[in-house]
């Protein structure tokens, strides 16, 4: 699902901007309901995007993310781990994590002031957004979240599951696919109408199975179309050679 795509930078006060530059760092992290398989899932496909993308990006991986002083007298501190960011859109009537809240505080992160970089959350937590029943995983800017839990329970195909659900997202964060391109399909965000990781899934898991058979099949993770775009916006100028120029 795709909000904003990632050639925007957030303001504060909820302003979007477009921007020709990527960030040279990635952040990833898991919430501790993520297993260890289900996050190397992830963070593998992340990886792998990076290297399709030949993208100088570095890939952080901060696991579960609790600064030192986290949680102080009985509260979590607003910024300081992964359990803050959920908190924030945490609906106890519906058990579930509105992404909107949780991706916009991600965005305001005090350090994207200092290295603006990529966040990738993985978490155990179900998803919404709006009037969804729910969601998978959204991409708001250079921010996404993805949840593991509709995946469980199929196996291996759990980790293909993961794994596809990683690749569309990293892909929305790099600006995949193309939003000037023709022939988008306009489903919860413009989305690639080739068998490929951009195409929007609807029927969780098939539609997930599926692509992940495709993709055995083609060892292609990306339609050629949306893998030359990926490769061309990863050489576009460098955020810090633009802020030293
Ligand atoms: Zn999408
Ligand atoms: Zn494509």
């Known amino acids: 699902m795709l909000l904003y795509p990632g050639n925007h930078k957030y303001h504060m006060g909820g302003k979007f901007e477009h921007i020709q530059t990527l960030p ?45 002083d986290y949680f102080q007298n009985g509260q979590l501190m607003p910024h300081g781990s992964v359990d803050w960011y959920i908190k924030i859109g945490d609906n106890p009537q519906r058990r579930q994590v509105n992404v909107w809240p ?18 990738v959350l993985i978490t ?14 959204a991409a708001l800017a250079t921010a ?13 195909l759990t980790q293909e599951c993961i794994k596809q659900e990683t690749y569309h997202e990293i892909g929305h964060l790099f600006g995949l696919p193309n939003q000037n391109r023709s022939g988008l399909v306009k489903s919860l965000g413009g989305h690639c109408p080739n068998e490929c990781a951009m195409q ?15 993709r055995a099949e083609s060892r292609r993770v990306f339609c050629g179309t949306c893998a030359n775009d990926l490769q061309v916006r990863s050489r576009l100028p460098r955020a810090s050679i633009l802020r030293s120029g």
């Open 24 to 68: 040279e760092d990635l952040y990833v992290m898991r919430t501790s309901n993520v297993s260890d398989s289900e996050y190397g899932s992830a963070v593998c496909a992340v990886r792998e995007v990076v290297a399709l993308a030949q993208a100088r990006i570095a890939v952080h991986d901060f696991g579960v993310w609790r600064q030192r």
């Open 102 to 119: 949780v991706l916009s505080a991600i965005l305001k992160d005090p350090n994207q002031a200092q290295t603006r970089h990529f966040d």
């Open 124 to 137: 155990g937590n179900d998803l919404y957004l709006g009037n969804t029943n729910f969601v998978v995983g």
């Open 144 to 156: 996404t979240i993805i949840s593991v839990v509709r995946f469980r329970g199929f196996g291996v």
């Open 200 to 214: 929007q899934g609807l029927a969780v898991p098939r539609d997930w199975i599926n692509r992940a058979n495709a």
